[in-house]
């Protein structure tokens, strides 16, 4: 499985970005879908997730702001930010798994793409 993210960019406190990821290769041992982000010295964590039977995650960071969305038709996940803070500024990745769901943390054999930069100005 091959994960490309696109859509992320420099955004003022406040504003709005969409992340997509195109999935392709041996799509169907997906699962579950996630979106993690790294701030600058800080660890990879999972910022929200669409595991095996469709329930949703959110870390708390970003409940209420941020939506996951999965397109299956199309291979594409998606997730929109809402009311974006300075601190939401981090590389974020999407990826997946042929689990039942992520990790909170990144784990080894999961799929993951090459990470998109979003920056928040306050």
């Known amino acids: 499985v091959q994960l490309a993210e696109s859509g992320g960019g420099l955004v003022q406190a406040g504003g709005s970005l969409r992340l997509s990821c195109e999935a392709s290769?041996?799509?169907?041992?997906?699962?579950?879908v996630g979106w993690y982000r790294q701030a600058p010295n800080s660890l990879r964590e999972l910022a929200a997730e669409i595991n095996s039977v469709g329930d949703l995650y959110y870390a708390d960071s970003v409940k209420g702001r941020f939506t996951i969305s999965r397109d299956r038709a199309k291979n594409r996940m998606y997730l929109q930010m809402n009311d974006l803070k300075p601190e939401d500024t981090a590389v974020y990745y999407c990826?997946?798994?042929?689990?039942?769901?992520?990790?909170?943390?990144?784990?080894?054999?999961?799929?993951w793409g090459q990470g998109t930069q979003v920056t928040v100005s306050s």
């Open positions: 290769g041996s799509i169907n041992s997906i699962k579950a």
């Open positions: 990826a997946a798994t042929d689990s039942y769901g992520m990790g909170i943390f990144p784990r080894p054999g999961d799929w």
